[in-house]
């Protein structure tokens, strides 16, 4: 049988999808829906055990939503599928042997593999960026920019109006600019 992408499947086929972002838990869903002749075991691996929709992050800063309305478990958004879901880092890929090494020692087979693991915060060798720069891609980062701003109003501008970068003007930068604008009013100065 070949499916619509011109991929030859015969009989049970195992398919391990490395990374549960926008590209793995999409590519699991549209598995899902396919009609197949014998349904293939598929099988998605992440170190983090939530899907962050990463465009309303600034959301949770606010307090506008909850984390859960942002961050659903894995396990949830795959409870009514065959899909299961792994827990775990990655430690190796061993191509010619077909098989996916992780962290807490067990191996997965695969017949086919799908890499969608993401990327890092890129500081570009920026003198001090990496030590003084608050990333902000996850969860771990939401919280600590909000404890942050904590800290922040709790003062109440005793030293001064606080001046604020962001780096990166695409939508996550344009829109946690205006959330810190909303939020912090006349005690910050953003740019």
């Avoid at 962050?52 to 984390?67: A, H, K, Q, R, T």
């Avoid at 899909?83 to 098989?99: F, H, L, S, T």
Wanted: hydrophobic fraction near 45%.
């Amino acid at each position: 049988m070949e499916d619509s992408i011109g991929v030859q499947v015969t009989g049970m086929s195992r398919i391990v999808i490395l990374g549960g972002g926008f590209g793995g838990l999409y590519t699991a869903l549209e598995l899902c829906q396919r009609s197949w002749k014998t349904k293939p075991e598929i099988t998605l691996v992440d170190r983090q055990s939530q899907f962050v929709f990463l465009p309303l992050l600034y959301e949770l800063i606010s307090g506008e939503m909850e984390e859960w309305e942002i961050a659903p478990s894995l396990q949830s958004l795959f409870k009514e599928t065959p899909v299961k879901v792994r827990q775990a880092e990655v430690r190796e890929i061993r191509v010619g042997d077909r098989c996916v090494a992780l962290d807490d020692g067990s191996e997965l087979a695969y017949d086919y593999l799908v890499v969608g693991l993401g990327g890092e915060t890129a500081f570009y060798d920026v003198p001090g960026a990496a030590e003084f720069a608050l990333p902000f891609r996850d969860l771990a980062d939401a919280r600590q920019l909000q404890t942050r701003l904590a800290s922040w109003t709790a003062v109440e501008n005793s030293a001064g109006t606080l001046t604020l970068a962001i780096a990166g003007a695409g939508p996550s930068g344009v829109e946690l600019a205006c959330k810190l604008a909303d939020t912090l009013g006349d005690l910050a100065d953003i740019h």
